[in-house]
């Protein structure tokens, strides 16, 4: 494990986009089980943790800043159309690294990548 020692101020805060659609890009796609993805203490609000899912690692310019982000997406091989991954093909036509998309930032600042 790595030791963090870097020293982070106030003056690094930058503003906050809520209830804001953003245009955002995938920097970085992960595949794995969900249980990977999540930190242990909200584990227990899933039901399937071996859930096959896709992280996606996205970027969206804000003012003058890179703001980044992710969104998980439940992997099938054969997505359906009623699936996040599905509502996320028939949106963007598909999902790779570099593919422009919207991101909706909602009124706590998290950022989810908008498939409706």
Same mark, same amino acid.
């Given at each position: /494990?790595? $030791? %963090?020692?870097?020293?982070?101020?106030? =003056? *690094?805060?930058?503003?906050?986009?809520? +209830? #804001?659609?953003?245009?955002?890009?995938?920097?970085?796609?992960?595949?794995?089980?969900?249980? *990977? !993805?999540?930190?242990?203490?909200? &584990? =227990?609000? %899933?039901?399937?943790?071996? &859930?096959?899912?896709?992280? $996606? @690692? %996205? *970027?969206?310019? !804000?003012?003058?800043? $890179?703001?980044?982000? =992710?969104?998980?997406?439940? @992997? @099938? #091989?054969?997505? /359906?159309?009623n699936s996040k991954l599905g509502k996320f093909l028939i949106? @963007?036509? *598909?999902l790779n690294v570099g593919r422009e998309i919207k991101v909706? !930032? +909602?009124?706590? =600042? %998290?950022?989810?990548?908008?498939?409706?």
């Amino acid at each position: /494990m790595e $030791i %963090f020692n870097k020293k982070i101020t106030k =003056s *690094e805060i930058i503003a906050s986009p809520t +209830d #804001e659609i953003l245009t955002g890009v995938i920097t970085n796609i992960e595949k794995g089980v969900l249980k *990977e !993805f999540l930190n242990e203490g909200v &584990q =227990s609000k %899933f039901d399937n943790l071996d &859930q096959e899912t896709l992280k $996606i @690692y %996205f *970027e969206c310019k !804000f003012e003058d800043k $890179i703001i980044k982000g =992710s969104d998980r997406l439940a @992997y @099938y #091989e054969k997505p /359906m159309s009623n699936s996040k991954l599905g509502k996320f093909l028939i949106k @963007y036509d *598909e999902l790779n690294v570099g593919r422009e998309i919207k991101v909706v !930032f +909602d009124k706590n =600042s %998290f950022g989810k990548i908008k498939v409706d």
